[in-house]
Each structure stands twice: as structure tokens, then as C-alpha cells.
């Protein structure tokens, strides 16, 4: 992934992890497309803009909800979770064209503060059953339309989603043959040692959004490659050497890459802006 498209047509609507260069913009899926009402997940990813909040999903279980969201405007914005019996864009707007945040009739959960433009930020919250709004409330911005309708229900104990499991098979000691997968916002892998020479990676996508998968040799720690004021780390850039990768794929698809590999550490990794910051990346060592 070498660039990182912001053009985002009505954008998305995210994506963060802190979480979105490689190919296309993640939100792309989402932005100019309708949401499926039926949707309901824990994992969202989202952007905000003039004038307009995008998530990937309306409807989520009573439970920890994450919330990646990349700031797609040309300015600041802010995004708040408020649960409220307001009906949507209702909340009553005061003199200073905002709406009052202790107001008896809604209640700021919780709020990724104001963000600067095209970085993304990552807001993990347990939610209670109810309606809410997620909006920004920025003088005039959400009288502008930031705003979005946002349904949590009552958790269903047989359900299958997760926040962090993940059916990624239990770690082997050494494997050249090695499967795994990424969400928001982690790596998995069932083996974190390998020998040189072929290793075959088999990667499954179970976040929301498109990730990749990159194998980078480095000495740098573990989520310690230094990152540009895009939110990524520059691939050609020095202390890294990229061999290959998975490049972006569409949740719940598996992507496959064989790469020659010389002794030494390398990290499996997303560098989507705000991807790795927010976590995904895992160890590999060579031998």
C-alpha cells in the first residue's frame, strides 16, 4: 500500500484502529452506498467530514463498542457517543449555535475531542441498551447535518461477533506454513517463529473494513516504526525493508502470499493510516 486515497466521496466513513495508505480508501465500502439496517456489530468504523458522521453499522449489542473514526473534512471535528430521547438532529441548539451537553434529556457518554484533519482516532466504550447519536458539536456543525442515528440492543449471549476473539489456531512453535488473521485492531498468527526460506502466510480478514497484511524486516521494537504525519510509516523508508505483502482485501476473505525469507525480525502488519498505530501488528522471527 503505497498511497492513501483520501478522496472519499461522501466518505466514510472511516477507518482509524487511529485507522486508515494502501490502495483505496477503506471507507469506500460504505461511503455512497446504503448501511444495511440488519447490521449489527461492535466494530466500527466511521469518518467524519463537512457536513456528515459515516459509520459502518447503525445497530450494535449492549457491551464494549469500538469506534474508529478518521476525520475526512478539511477541518476539525470532534465526535461524540450521546445517548438521548431526542428525535434525530432535534437536540435543541442554544445562542451559541451548540447544544447544551448537560441537558436533562441526553447524556455524553463518552467523545473522541476535536481531531485533526485526515488522522484517525479509536474510542473503545461500553454501551448500554438505548438510542443515541453519534454527532459533533462543534458551533454549527451539528445543526449542519453531524449527526447520525446509533442503536444499541440488549446483548444476545449466542452471538458470534466479538471485540477481540478471534479463530486464529494456537501458536506453534515454528511453522513456515503459517495462518492467521486481522480485525480492529489486531494481528493474529498461529506461529511466531519460522525457518528461512519459503513461508506461506494464509491470512483471513474478520474486521469490517478492508485491511492488508505486510511482512516488514526490521529492528525496530514492535509497534515502534516511526510514523509520518499521514498516520503511516514510510515503506521505503530507512530501518525497513518490505519483502512482500497481502495487499487490501474485503472482510470475511482470505488472502494468500508466499515470500522467500532471510534470517532475521519482522513484524506482520497493517499500515492503513492509524492501523498500526492502533495495534495491528505482530512478531515474527526468522532462523
Known sequence: ???????????????????????????????????????????????????????????????????????????????????????????????????????????????????????????????????????CNIEGHYANGMHTTFTVVPSDESSTESTTDSTVPEAEAVSNDITGSVQEWAVGVSAHEAKAGDVKFTMENQGTIPHEFIIVKTDFEPGKIPLGADNRFDEEGEGVFVPGEISEWNPGTTGTVTLKLDPGKYQLLCNIAGHYANGMFAQLTVS
Not at 484533519?117 to 466504550?125: A, D, G, P, Q, W
Request: one cysteine or more; charged letters at 20%; a negative charge.
Open 1 to 135: 500500500m503505497k498511497s492513501m486515497k483520501l478522496t472519499i466521496a461522501a466518505a466514510l466513513a472511516f477507518s482509524t484502529l487511529g485507522l486508515v495508505g494502501c490502495g483505496t480508501d477503506p471507507t469506500e465500502t460504505i461511503a455512497g452506498s446504503n448501511i444495511d439496517a440488519s447490521v449489527v456489530s461492535n466494530k466500527i468504523t466511521g469518518s467524519v467530514q463537512e457536513w456528515k458522521v459515516n459509520v459502518s453499522a447503525q445497530t450494535a449489542e449492549a457491551g464494549e463498542v469500538i469506534f474508529a473514526m478518521a476525520n475526512f473534512g478539511s477541518i476539525q471535528h470532534e465526535f461524540l457517543v450521546t445517548k438521548t430521547s431526542y428525535d434525530p438532529g432535534k437536540i435543541p441548539i442554544g445562542t451559541n449555535n451548540r447544544f447544551d451537553e448537560e441537558d436533562k434529556g441526553l447524556t455524553v457518554v463518552d467523545e473522541i475531542p476535536e481531531w485533526a484533519v485526515n488522522e484517525s482516532k479509536v474510542l473503545k466504550i461500553n454501551l448500554e441498551a438505548g438510542t443515541y447519536e453519534l454527532l
